[in-house]
């Protein structure tokens, strides 16, 4: 899975160690919950983000310590859509049969439904498509067929 992070910087000017605590209000925004930020040096907090769909958001992030005070940032979020996945090569003789399996990742943290094809760059082969749901963050492993395709608990079996 793809995300990106960067670094904060926090200067403290004060003569013991303090501890700030972090947090965001988007939850694919990920900081440390608490970070040590040692007497009178630069400390570094990472945030990371990890887009689950595709789209435009932002989120606020927060570092906060009694000693310092409250740290708040906006912070704008931009989840791209995935590169293609490698191709599945299927070479069968006429009448024959050859399944290939695959495998992704549901990452999501809700029940998602996902529509599956088949598509062929020939336009003599048959195309074949299924409908498959995934339940939350868990890893769904269809198997391709040459045949048309039904659904069977969380396989797509042809």
Sequence with gaps: HTHTHTHTRIHSRMRADVILKGSTTHKAVSVPSATTLPAGAVGHVTATFQPLLVGNGSAVLRLECPELGVYEWDVELQ????????????????????????????????????????????????????????????????????????????????
């Design 79 to 158: 989840g791209l859509p995935t590169p293609p996945e490698q191709s599945l090569l299927f070479s069968v003789p006429l009448g024959g049969r050859e399944s290939r399996t695959f495998r992704f990742r549901h990452l999501l943290d809700e029940k998602t439904d996902y529509r599956v094809s088949l598509l062929s760059s020939s336009s003599s082969s048959a195309a074949a498509a299924a409908a498959a749901a995934a339940a939350a963050a868990q890893a769904w492993v269809p198997t391709r067929g040459a045949a048309p395709a039904a659904v069977r608990g969380r396989s797509w079996v042809a």
